[in-house]
């Protein structure tokens, strides 16, 4: 439907419009990541706040605003992340009971860091610099992945819903490089795997 | 039968003019427009050049204003050279947009030939997407509307018949790509009174001269031909292998007119619709309006040579 020129020259100008933003996203992400790495009390319950309003950012900013121009479908998506930004805020925020800390979910954490810490950088291995950096927070796909590993380090009540949306995304985000021709294809839907095996694994033992 | 495609003065001084408001644009229309081959739409005689503009893809570029730009100099060599067909969609994402953007840049040439397309589920909401259409291209009305991949067809197909007897619309079709429901295809063919049908044809996909094509001839229904490149794949596959040594007969320099040539030597067809975001493409595929075309025997010479690659 586009071409890959069209599509990351459009993140290039996408990235260019909210700079310096990325360097606070960045920043939050880091803040989050140590947050749950430390299993602080209450340290759930802040990761997902902060989750669901970076959701509503992307879906509104980069979505909405960016995306759907070149791609109708993007529309739809946007709509697919305001509704996990909500769900987060209904499964993980507004209940009593913060989320626990599953046993072994450090690896979780690890999926989240690499997803907030080493995704910016995959654009310099595909070789097209920094300016097509996807960030956390920022874009869909780190944003997805990073999410996927808190979900895998927490336990709560209906969080099984949660993976649904970023799974899909990892989804649709593989198939849409793949199409491309991109050498990095394989990333999204490999680190959405490993997440969701991690979470399993460690839901059955715990 | 092919002709050679002529324009009146009016409508080459107004080709002219428009390229006087492209400043910051390099190539300004010439005001020799080429002969180009020509084929009538059965239905209403109407001459149009054999090779069109596809933008599915190539002109989906959103708000990038540098690259609307690059289209809009695709557009202004895709006028300059004589063409006149340009093919979009409302599935298409912003190249309606874009070209809208470009016409309006050129100062509207005369001798468009636009060919747009509803595409929408809902058999109610069809005219206000035609509406939606003509606003991004910004024209009065459409030459040619289609019914997008059959989507809705039976419904949709009243609607532009509505609009057609209404003057609103100058010819009405259907379209398909990729081979896919041509048993279909046949029967609307058959059933309906379209000018139009759009299906993919190229040296290599020839699904369509079984049944379509002769019965486009017979029911009298102008054949517009989509990836004639199999979106670019074809070329790539070609780009390493010499062409053959008689293309020289047809006047053709490279595979993409090699491969325009096959497809518009088929009596059949009108128009074939390249997509392309590059100037020298699009002066490349234009060409290949010119000159001779294959005769049969060539035409099995080609099939036989690409085949073999």
Redesign the interface.
């Known amino acids: 439907?586009?071409?890959p020129r069209?599509y990351f020259?459009?993140i290039e100008?996408y990235n260019l419009a909210l700079w310096p933003l990325q360097i606070l996203t960045l920043l939050v992400g880091v803040g989050l990541v140590c947050l749950l790495a430390r299993a602080r009390p209450n340290a759930s319950r802040i990761v997902a706040m902060v989750l669901a309003a970076l959701w509503l950012l992307v879906g509104w900013a980069y979505l909405w605003s960016?995306f759907s121009?070149?791609?109708?479908a993007a529309t739809y998506a946007a709509y697919g992340f305001v509704a996990q930004a909500i769900l987060i805020l209904v499964i993980q925020v507004i209940p009593r009971r913060t989320g626990a800390s599953l046993p072994g979910g450090f690896a979780g954490v690890v999926v989240m860091a690499v997803a907030v810490l080493l995704y910016p950088g995959l654009s310099l291995i595909a070789g097209r610099g920094p300016e097509t950096s996807e960030v956390f927070g920022i874009m869909p796909d780190p944003t997805a992945i990073a999410t996927i590993g808190f979900l895998a380090s927490t336990r709560q009540r209906y969080d099984v819903l949660l993976f649904v949306i970023p799974t899909l995304w990892c989804v649709v985000s593989t198939i849409t490089l793949f199409t491309m021709g991109d050498s990095i294809w394989w990333v999204p839907l490999s680190m959405c795997l490993a997440g969701l095996s991690l979470a399993i694994d460690k839901r059955r033992g715990a | 039968m092919a002709r050679r495609f002529s324009i009146n003065r009016r409508e080459a001084l107004a080709l002219i003019a428009g390229s006087g408001a492209l400043a910051g644009f390099p190539d300004r229309l010439s005001a020799q427009v080429p002969a180009v081959l020509t084929r009538p739409i059965p239905s209403s005689g109407e001459e149009i050049p054999v090779i069109g503009l596809g933008s599915w893809i190539t002109f989906n570029v959103g708000d990038d204003i540098k690259l609307q730009d690059e289209c809009t100099a695709v557009m202004q060599a895709f006028f300059g050279a004589g063409g006149r067909l340009i093919d979009s969609s409302p599935m298409y994402g912003s190249a309606q947009k874009t070209i809208g953007y470009g016409l309006e840049k050129l100062s509207r040439p005369r001798t468009l030939f636009s060919a747009d397309k509803v595409w929408i589920s809902d058999p109610q909401s069809g005219r206000e997407q035609i509406r939606q259409s003509q606003g991004f291209w910004g024209v009065p009305q459409f030459n040619l509307l289609q019914v997008h991949n059959l989507l809705s067809w039976d419904e949709h197909l009243q609607t532009l018949f509505e609009m057609k007897d209404a003057g609103q619309l100058t010819c009405v079709g259907i379209t398909t790509s990729e081979g896919r429901r041509h048993s279909e295809i046949e029967n609307i063919m058959t059933s309906q009174p379209i000018d139009f049908v759009q299906v993919t044809y190229n040296v290599l996909d020839r699904d369509v001269e079984e049944r379509i094509l002769p019965l486009a001839t017979e029911r009298k229904i102008a054949v517009i031909v989509n990836r004639p490149f199999r979106q670019g794949d074809l070329i790539a596959q070609m780009a390493d292998h010499p062409l053959p040594d008689w293309v020289s007969e047809i006047g053709a320099k490279t595979w993409a007119q090699l491969m325009l040539k096959f497809i518009i030597s088929h009596p059949a067809v009108t128009c074939a619709i390249p997509a392309t975001a590059n100037v020298a493409h699009v002066r490349e595929n234009m060409e290949a309006a010119t000159g001779a075309v294959m005769d049969p025997a060539l035409r099995k010479r080609t099939i036989d040579y690409v085949e073999r690659l």
């Open positions: 439907m586009f071409s069209v020259r459009q100008t960016h121009s070149i791609n109708w």
